[in-house]
């Protein structure tokens, strides 16, 4: 199994945070199921963090079956339009999204 994890890290611009949350919860979420080869979607919010953490706001995990899936899915004509639609998610934080490809038994 693979699993794709996105790192969401700073902080959610102030009074936006409600919204930021219904988008990533619902309808970002469903477009990240929908993309060819995703066998799965989990959406971790962080309840405390240690001192010398990062502030991460959240972290987004997609599993796929294997390496050539998740490879699929991010070259697919899905993938590139919701890469455009990530400007609209990206205004309402302050700070950085990266990205880490696990492989897991």
């Known amino acids: 199994?693979?699993?794709?994890?996105?790192?969401w890290e700073?902080?959610?611009k102030p009074?936006?945070?409600q919204h930021f949350r219904r988008l990533i919860d619902g309808e970002f979420r469903?477009?990240?199921i929908e993309l060819p080869n995703v066998r799965?979607?989990?959406?971790?919010?962080?309840?405390?963090?240690?001192?010398?953490s990062s502030r991460l706001i959240c972290q987004i995990l997609m599993?796929?079956?294997d390496e050539e899936?998740?490879?699929?899915m991010h070259a697919s004509p899905e993938c590139q339009i919701l890469r455009g639609?990530?400007?609209?998610?990206?205004?309402?934080?302050?700070?950085?999204?990266?990205?880490?490809?696990?492989e897991a038994d």
């Open 69 to 72: 899936g998740m490879n699929v």
């Open 15 to 17: 009074g936006e945070e």
């Open 40 to 52: 799965s979607v989990r959406i971790l919010w962080p309840r405390s963090l240690e001192e010398w």
């Open 1 to 7: 199994m693979w699993i794709r994890s996105a790192f």
């Open 10 to 12: 700073g902080a959610v």
């Open 85 to 102: 639609r990530m400007a609209d998610l990206k205004r309402l934080i302050d700070g950085t999204i990266s990205h880490v490809n696990f």
């Open 63 to 65: 599993d796929f079956d």
């Open 30 to 32: 469903q477009q990240l």
